[in-house]
C-alpha cells in the first residue's frame, strides 16, 4: 500500500537531484577555503598546500548522503502520516489521558541499570578500563544529577557550574596535602565549602533571568579557573596540587601491604591493584545514588516544590507568597554542594588536580548531559552520561576526530529530540484531572 | 600619561573588534532569542580564511597592501557568511519552536565541532603571516615613552566606524532592516504580512557572520598569528560586550565592546595582565547586579 499523502513526501527525481546539488554546492563552499585549500609551515614561511580530492570526496559523499537520507526521511514521514490517520482516534484518547505516571518500561529500565552498575566489578573485576570508564560515567552521572536541580528543578541556567566542582576538588586537595585530612573528614567540608560558594556566587544573581544568569555564572567560572591558575600559593598555579591522599575503606588503605594493615591484610586476602579501582567504583556509585535519593526526595519536599513552580512561573510563585530569594539560593547551594562532593571524589581519585580539569568545556559537557537527558528527569541524566562518555571513547581508534564526533552528536541529538533523550518535565505534583487516577 | 594614552589607543582598537563581533551576537539574539555560542568559532574561521588567501595572494606576488586587504576581506565576508547560514540552517533552524535551552546545546555542540574541524583541517599549531601592515605614527613622547599609532589601529578604526554607519543604514532605513526588526518584535505577525521570517533569520545570521569576518581579518592583519582556539575567548569577551551594552540593542554592543575593550587594556597596564579577565567578568556583574538590562537595553516586562 504505497499511498503518499502530501507532495512534500513524493516529490520527482529531479526536484530532490537538485536539492541534494543545493547540498553538494554548500559543501563545496565550505569545504573550498577549510578542506581544499590549507597553509603549511615550509622554512619559517607559510605555503599553500591544496586538497582537492579530498574535498572533492566529500562533496560527492555530501551528494549520496543527502539524497538517500532526505529519501529515508519522507518515506519514513510518508509512513508516519498514514499510520497517524488510520490511529487518529487511538491517539486522542491517549492524549486525552495526559499527565501519566512515569511509565513501568523506565522504571523497569531504571533497575536494570542499577542492577548491571552494581555487579559491573563483578564481571570486569580484570579489566582497568572497563571500571575506570565506568568510574567517569557515574562522575558525570553525579555532576549531572547535581546540575540537575539548577537546571532542571529551579530552571536557573547555570553555565558556571564546573566552579563548585573544582571548589570541591580544590578543597580536599589543599585540607588534604597540607593539613593532612582524610577523603572522609574532608567530604563534608568540601561540600559544605561548595554550598557556600553556591550561595555567595548565586546572592548577585537574584535579579537577573535567563541568559543574563547564564553569562554571569559563566563569568563566575572563569573568575574561578582564572583565580586557580594565578593565586600560585593557595592551588599551585597551572602545575596543580599533585599527590592528594587516597579515600580509604574506614581507615584501612587501599595500597600494597606495608607496616599499617592494609585492606588486603586486614580481609587476608591476596592484595591487588584492581582493589583500588574497584573501591573507587563503588564509591562514586555510593555517592551517585546517595546524590539520587537526596535528590528525588527533596522534590516531594515543600522547597522541592517550590523549586519547580519557580522553573513554571517565577511570577506567580512570588504572588503565592514563596520566597523567592530562599528558593533559589537552595537550589544553588544544593547543586553547588553535590558539584562539590563529586570534586573531591575527582580529586581522590585522580591523586591530582591542575585548572586544566575545569575548563568551560566541562561546564558544556556537564550542562549537555542535564539537556540532552530531558531536564528533571533523573535517569535521562543516566543515558546521556552513558551516551556523551562512550562516545568518545568508542572513537578512541580514531581519537582525533572524537571531539569532532562530540560536537556533532551534541548537534544531531538535539535537531532530532530537542527536548532530550528522555523529556520529561511535568511537574512532580500534578493536580490529578477528571478521569486520571493516580 | 603616555602609558595611559597609549593603552586607551590599544584598548579602543581592542574595543572595536570586540564591538564587531558583538553585534552578531546581539542581532541573532534580538531575533530568536538565543545565545549562538558559534558565533565566536565563525569569527575564527574567518581568521584562517585570511591566513589563507594571505598566503595565496603571497604566492601571486600581489604586493599592493590596499588591493590585497580588500580581497582577503571580500573573500573572507563572502566564506564565512556561508559558514553562518549552515550553522543556522543545520544546528537552529530545526530547533525552533523548541524549549531554550535545545538551541543553547546544538550550538555548543556546534562550537566544539567547528573547533575541532578547524584543527583537523588546518593543524592545531599557531599560523603566523608575516606583517601586512607595517609603521604607524609616533604621537609624542613622554619621558622617554612613546606613544604609537600603527596603521593597523587606524585601520581597525576606521573600518569599524565605517562598518557600523553602514550597519546602522542597513537596520533603520532599508526594507531589510525593518523586516528584520519586525521579526524581532513579532515573528507570527510578521510571518502573517507576508515576509520570509526564515529567510529574514538567515540573512540576519550572514551579516552576523560578515561582521565578524571582518573582525577576524581585522585581528590577523593586527597580532599577525591565529590558532584554532581563538574563538573562545573572542567569542565570550564579546559576548559579554553585548550583554554589558544591552543584549539586542546594535549600539549597546558597540558601547559594550569598546567598554570591554577599554577595561582590560588599563587593569592589564596598571593592576594586574592575569586578572585582566576576572576584571571584565566582575564589571558585568557589577552592571548587571545594578542594571540588569544592560546599558543600553530596553527593560524587560515581564508579563502574567
Known amino acids: 500500500m504505497a499511498t503518499f499523502v502530501l507532495a512534500p513526501h513524493s516529490l520527482s527525481p529531479a526536484t530532490r537531484l537538485k536539492d541534494a546539488a543545493a547540498v553538494a554546492f554548500i559543501t563545496l563552499l565550505l569545504g573550498i577555503p577549510m ?13 599553500i598546500a591544496t586538497r582537492w580530492p579530498t574535498l572533492f570526496t566529500f562533496v560527492a559523499v555530501a551528494f549520496a548522503g543527502r539524497l538517500v537520507l532526505r529519501y529515508g526521511i519522507d518515506r519514513f514521514k510518508a509512513h508516519q502520516l498514514t499510520r497517524e490517520r488510520s490511529t487518529a482516534a487511538t491517539a486522542a484518547a491517549v492524549l486525552a489521558g495526559g499527565g501519566r505516571a512515569r511509565s513501568p518500561m523506565l522504571t523497569g529500565v531504571a533497575w536494570a541499570a542499577l542492577g548491571v552498575a552494581l555487579t559491573l566489578p563483578v564481571f570486569f573485576a580484570d579489566n582497568r578500563y572497563v571500571v575506570d570508564t565506568a568510574t567517569t560515567v557515574l562522575i558525570y552521572v553525579m555532576l549531572g544529577w547535581g546540575l540537575n536541580v539548577v537546571v532542571g528543578l529551579a530552571g536557573l541556567l547555570d553555565l558556571g557550574y564546573v566552579a563548585f566542582y573544582a571548589v570541591g576538588a580544590y578543597t580536599y586537595g589543599i585540607l588534604g596535602t597540607q593539613f593532612g585530612w582524610s577523603f572522609w573528614e574532608a567530604l563534608p567540608v568540601a561540600g559544605g565549602m561548595a554550598a557556600a560558594f553556591g550561595v555567595i556566587l548565586g546572592w548577585p ?75 573507587l567504583y563503588y564509591l562514586i556509585l555510593a555517592l551517585a545514588l546517595i546524590t539520587n535519593l537526596f535528590v528525588s526526595r527533596m522534590r516531594k519536599l515543600p522547597i522541592g516544590r517550590a523549586w519547580e513552580a519557580m522553573r513554571e512561573d517565577e511570577i506567580a510563585c512570588k504572588a503565592m507568597g514563596i520566597n523567592a530569594r530562599n528558593v533559589k539560593l537552595s537550589a544553588f547551594a544544593i547543586g553547588a554542594m553535590l558539584g562539590g562532593f563529586a570534586g573531591v571524589f575527582f580529586a581522590a581519585r585522580m591523586g591530582f588536580i ?21 531536564m528533571g528527569s533523573q535517569l535521562g541524566v543516566v543515558l546521556a552520561a552513558l551516551v556523551l562518555v562512550l562516545l568518545p571513547e568508542l572513537g578512541r581508534d580514531f581519537a582525533e576526530y572524537r571531539m569532532l ?22 511537574p512532580t505534583l500534578r493536580y490529578a484531572a477528571e478521569g486520571e487516577s493516580r | 600619561m603616555a602609558l595611559a594614552l597609549q593603552q586607551l589607543i590599544n584598548g579602543l582598537t581592542l574595543g572595536a573588534v570586540y564591538g564587531l563581533i558583538a553585534i552578531g551576537y546581539t542581532m541573532v539574539y534580538g531575533i530568536i532569542g538565543m545565545i549562538n555560542f558559534a558565533h565566536g568559532d565563525i569569527y575564527m574561521v574567518s581568521a584562517f580564511i585570511a591566513i589563507t588567501v594571505f598566503t595565496l595572494l603571497a604566492s601571486f606576488a600581489i604586493s599592493s597592501v590596499p588591493l590585497a586587504l580588500v580581497l582577503v576581506l571580500i573573500v573572507a565576508v563572502l566564506f564565512t557568511s556561508v559558514y553562518g547560514w549552515a550553522v543556522e540552517r543545520i544546528a537552529y533552524r530545526p530547533l525552533r519552536g523548541a524549549t531554550r535551552l535545545a538551541p543553547l546545546i546544538s550550538a555548543i555542540g556546534m562550537s566544539i565541532f567547528l573547533q575541532n574541524f578547524v584543527q583537523l583541517t588546518q593543524g592545531a599549531r599557531v599560523k603566523p603571516i608575516p606583517p601586512v601592515l607595517v609603521g604607524g605614527i609616533d604621537l609624542m613622547t613622554f619621558d622617554g615613552f612613546t ?6 589601529q587606524i585601520l581597525i578604526v576606521i573600518v569599524t566606524v565605517a562598518l557600523m554607519a553602514g550597519f546602522t543604514w542597513l537596520i533603520t532605513k532599508t526594507s531589510f532592516g525593518r523586516q528584520q526588526r519586525s521579526c524581532e518584535q ?36 593586527y597580532y599577525g598569528v591565529v590558532d584554532f582556539f581563538i574563538g573562545f575567548v573572542a567569542g565570550i569577551k564579546a559576548f559579554t560586550a553585548a550583554v554589558l551594552g544591552g543584549i539586542g540593542s546594535l549600539p549597546g554592543a558597540m558601547l559594550g565592546g569598546l567598554l570591554i575593550g577599554l577595561i582590560e587594556a588599563f587593569w592589564a597596564a596598571y593592576l594586574s595582565a592575569e586578572y585582566k579577565d ?23 516586562v515581564e508579563k502574567v
Do not use: C
Not at chain 1, 578542506?35 to 605555503?47: E, F, H, S, Y
Not at chain 1, 587501599?254 to 607496616?259: A, F, N, S
Not at chain 2, 557589577?286 to 530596553?298: A, I
Open chain 1, 35 to 47: 578542506i581544499g585549500l590549507t597553509t603549511v609551515d615550509q622554512g619559517g614561511a607559510l605555503q
Open chain 1, 205 to 279: 544573581t537574584l535579579r537577573l533571568r535567563g541568559d543574563y544568569l547564564a553569562i554571569v555564572t559563566l563569568g563566575f567560572g572563569e573568575i574561578v579557573r582564572v583565580i586557580l591558575v594565578n593565586w600560585t600559593e593557595l592551588s599551585g598555579g597551572p602545575n596543580g596540587i599533585a599527590s592528594i591522599p587516597r579515600p580509604t575503606f574506614f581507615g584501612l588503605e587501599l595500597k600494597p601491604p606495608g607496616d599499617d594493615p592494609t585492606f588486603a591484610s586486614f580481609f587476608g586476602i591476596e592484595y591487588s591493584p584492581s582493589h583500588r579501582i574497584i573501591f
Open chain 1, 354 to 374: 591542575s585548572p586544566e580539569s575545569f575548563t568551560f568545556s566541562e561546564s558544556a559537557i556537564i550542562l549537555a548531559i542535564v539537556v540532552l537527558g530531558g
Open chain 1, 405 to 426: 564526533l562530540f560536537g556533532a552528536a551534541m548537534v544531531m541529538i538535539m535537531v532530532w529530540r530537542p527536548g532530550g533523550i528522555l523529556s520529561h518535565r511535568e
Open chain 2, 147 to 152: 606613544v604609537r599609532l600603527a596603521y593597523t
Open chain 2, 186 to 221: 513579532d515573528r507570527t505577525m510578521t510571518a502573517l504580512l507576508g515576509i520570509n521570517v526564515d529567510r529574514t533569520i538567515s540573512l540576519t545570521f550572514m551579516l552576523g557572520a560578515a561582521l565578524a569576518a571582518v573582525a577576524g581579518v581585522m585581528v590577523t592583519v
Open chain 2, 278 to 300: 576576572v576584571a571584565t567578568f566582575s564589571i558585568l556583574i557589577l552592571v548587571l547586579m545594578f542594571r540588569p538590562s544592560g546599558l543600553l537595553g530596553r527593560p524587560e
